[in-house]
């Protein structure tokens, strides 16, 4: 059965650091590409980064460009999401998800990952 399950959300302060964590089972994660996603409240899901399959490409949104770094660790199944300098605007459920094909791309199209997290919550305020 695969699955992912993120974990690490919390409650922080504007200018404070959280890590993500996507932990991934039920199949053999070193050959997917892994996004990470958020949604915040009245708003659109939408891409925040992506890790190729074996680590060495990574690609973020520019509004998180310098503040969030992507990586993946294959032998423990899991991928991270290092956030620092948080912004209120950060705040969301943030998910991870599998891609279907194996070709590094900015694409939030939910029909381009076929597995998807339940999401942690990352609150940034004050």
């Known amino acids: 059965q695969v699955q992912l399950a993120e974990s690490g959300g919390g409650l922080v302060q504007p200018g404070g650091s959280l890590r993500l964590s996507c932990a991934t089972s039920?199949?053999?994660?070193?050959?997917?590409?892994i996004g990470w996603f958020r949604q915040a409240p009245g708003k659109d899901r939408e891409g925040v980064s992506y890790?190729?399959?074996?680590?060495?490409?990574?690609i973020y949104a520019d509004s998180v460009k310098g503040r969030f770094t992507i990586s993946r660790d294959n032998a423990k199944n899991t991928v991270y999401l290092q956030m620092h300098n948080l912004k209120p605007e950060d705040t969301a459920v943030y998910y991870c998800?599998?891609?279907?094909?194996?070709?590094?791309?900015?694409?939030?199209?939910?029909?381009?990952?076929?597995?998807w997290g339940q999401g942690t919550q990352v609150t940034v305020s004050s």
């Open positions: 890790i190729s399959p074996s680590g060495t490409s990574t």
């Open positions: 039920g199949f053999t994660m070193r050959y997917y590409v």
């Open positions: 998800a599998r891609k279907k094909s194996v070709s590094l791309s900015f694409s939030a199209a939910t029909s381009e990952y076929d597995y």
